[in-house]
């Protein structure tokens, strides 16, 4: 999800703390923040200057920019001139620390073999990404953010202000996870870490302490191009380049309106991002199972069939996702993807459900049945 929407950033107060540091040398800073970045329960926590991102990263930035490739999502572009310069965000930003949560729940194989995530395979149930099955990732890492943060500042006593993000905040969080030694950007475009896999939430604070930066990563996809062929649409027409626009996870969330009608037959049964690309990633045999967010797992989501959700008023489709991902989504674009999934089935079964979804006073839910009673008709 290297798109996902930037997280109202943790902007704490102005602190006056006026005792100096009490957290020793650099090194010494690094090794009590890491430590308790993982008693928070996060799984990896690195560190960088606050330097700008390199430029290629940023030249590649703009190119997909200016290429329409990020299709609506137009905050992306908006966020440009913080994403050149941390010190925008963050005047005196001395240094980022970069952590990582991951997300593979006990239930799931690395690599995509585990129950409701690879599509397809279960007749009658959407597949949702898998970081969508979990209680909503802004609210389960931001808490534990603020902790740090507020450890950070206390700790440091010089600290006058943290601001933190989930995913994309107008930080280039990937080029600082890279520049961090937390992991590498693969032809996916995803983080991948050597030591658990692509299965993890990235999150940053800039800090103005200065703290002693890890060693870079580079890049170890060698040879392999699983990821590009194994994605249905296209969407990854050449290494480390994403077209959000084919991308399924973008057409089943971002995406406001009607679903080019040429991808629809290729989106099989995702309903709600997908996984696809990371699935096949041989990295992933280091992916470790998530203690941290287990107790979070929302197993309903992934256990509804396409008839449960299609059938969901408002009210119904509100309660099921309340704290979930999908909440923000919204039902009208949520069913538009039901409404998909059914068809690419070709089962007549659905037909009943979809003739009444057909008269739907949403138009973007009528029009999107009325294309699968079309794609079933055509079976
Ligand atoms: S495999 Fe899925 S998530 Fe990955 S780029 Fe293709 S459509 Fe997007
Ligand atoms: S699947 Fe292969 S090419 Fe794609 S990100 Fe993983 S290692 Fe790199």
Same mark, same amino acid.
């Given at each position: 999800m290297p798109w996902q929407q930037p997280f109202t950033n943790g902007t704490k107060g102005m602190t006056s703390m006026s005792s100096p540091s009490h957290a020793g040398s650099p090194t010494d800073l690094k090794k009590t923040i890491?430590?308790?970045a993982l008693e928070l329960g996060f799984s990896d926590c690195r560190f960088t200057t606050a330097d700008p991102p390199e430029d290629g990263h940023l030249a590649a930035l703009d190119q997909?920019?200016?290429?329409?490739?990020?299709?609506?999502m137009n905050w992306i572009a908006r966020g440009r001139a913080k994403r050149r310069d941390p010190q925008l965000i963050l005047p005196g930003a001395q240094s980022a620390i970069v952590l990582s949560l991951n997300y593979l729940h006990p239930s799931q194989s690395a690599n995509g073999s585990g129950p409701g995530i690879s599509p397809d395979r279960q007749h009658g149930q959407g597949v949702v990404a898998r970081y969508a099955q979990y209680r909503d990732y802004h609210e389960v890492i931001g808490a534990r953010l603020k902790d740090l943060s507020a450890f950070l500042d206390a700790l440091t006593g010089v600290q006058s202000r943290s601001l933190w993000y989930v995913d994309t905040g107008p930080v280039l969080e990937r080029s600082f996870a890279h520049r961090a030694g937390m992991g590498f950007v693969g032809k996916?475009?995803?983080?991948?870490?050597?030591?658990?896999g692509n299965w993890i939430f990235l999150a940053e604070i800039l800090t103005k302490a200065v703290i002693?930066?890890?060693?870079?990563?580079? $890049?170890? +996809?060698?040879?392999?191009?699983?990821?590009?062929?194994a994605c249905p649409t296209g969407a990854l027409p050449k290494p480390f380049y994403l077209d959000a626009r084919r991308c399924i996870s973008y057409l089943t969330i971002e995406h406001r309106g009607s679903i080019p009608e040429e991808l629809r037959p290729l989106m099989g049964q995702r309903i709600f991002g997908c996984d696809d690309c990371l699935e096949v990633c041989p990295w992933n045999r280091f992916?470790?199972?998530?203690?941290t967010l287990a107790d979070f797992f929302r197993s309903d989501i992934q256990s509804r069939t396409l008839s449960d959700w299609l059938a969901m008023d408002d009210t119904g489709f509100r309660a099921a996702t309340r704290g979930t991902p999908l909440f923000r989504t919204k039902r009208s674009r949520f069913l538009? $993807?039901? +409404?998909?999934?059914m068809g690419n089935t070709r089962d007549p079964g659905y037909l009943g459900a979809l003739?009444?979804?057909?008269?739907n006073e949403d138009d973007l839910i009528s029009e999107?049945?009325?294309?699968?009673?079309?794609?079933i008709a055509g079976a």
């Amino acid at each position: 999800m290297p798109w996902q929407q930037p997280f109202t950033n943790g902007t704490k107060g102005m602190t006056s703390m006026s005792s100096p540091s009490h957290a020793g040398s650099p090194t010494d800073l690094k090794k009590t923040i890491r430590d308790k970045a993982l008693e928070l329960g996060f799984s990896d926590c690195r560190f960088t200057t606050a330097d700008p991102p390199e430029d290629g990263h940023l030249a590649a930035l703009d190119q997909w920019l200016s290429d329409g490739s990020h299709g609506e999502m137009n905050w992306i572009a908006r966020g440009r001139a913080k994403r050149r310069d941390p010190q925008l965000i963050l005047p005196g930003a001395q240094s980022a620390i970069v952590l990582s949560l991951n997300y593979l729940h006990p239930s799931q194989s690395a690599n995509g073999s585990g129950p409701g995530i690879s599509p397809d395979r279960q007749h009658g149930q959407g597949v949702v990404a898998r970081y969508a099955q979990y209680r909503d990732y802004h609210e389960v890492i931001g808490a534990r953010l603020k902790d740090l943060s507020a450890f950070l500042d206390a700790l440091t006593g010089v600290q006058s202000r943290s601001l933190w993000y989930v995913d994309t905040g107008p930080v280039l969080e990937r080029s600082f996870a890279h520049r961090a030694g937390m992991g590498f950007v693969g032809k996916h475009t995803n983080l991948i870490s050597r030591t658990q896999g692509n299965w993890i939430f990235l999150a940053e604070i800039l800090t103005k302490a200065v703290i002693e930066a890890d060693i870079p990563e580079k $890049n170890r +996809c060698g040879s392999c191009r699983r990821c590009l062929d194994a994605c249905p649409t296209g969407a990854l027409p050449k290494p480390f380049y994403l077209d959000a626009r084919r991308c399924i996870s973008y057409l089943t969330i971002e995406h406001r309106g009607s679903i080019p009608e040429e991808l629809r037959p290729l989106m099989g049964q995702r309903i709600f991002g997908c996984d696809d690309c990371l699935e096949v990633c041989p990295w992933n045999r280091f992916a470790r199972q998530s203690r941290t967010l287990a107790d979070f797992f929302r197993s309903d989501i992934q256990s509804r069939t396409l008839s449960d959700w299609l059938a969901m008023d408002d009210t119904g489709f509100r309660a099921a996702t309340r704290g979930t991902p999908l909440f923000r989504t919204k039902r009208s674009r949520f069913l538009r $993807n039901v +409404c998909v999934a059914m068809g690419n089935t070709r089962d007549p079964g659905y037909l009943g459900a979809l003739e009444k979804a057909a008269r739907n006073e949403d138009d973007l839910i009528s029009e999107h049945a009325r294309w699968a009673i079309s794609a079933i008709a055509g079976a």
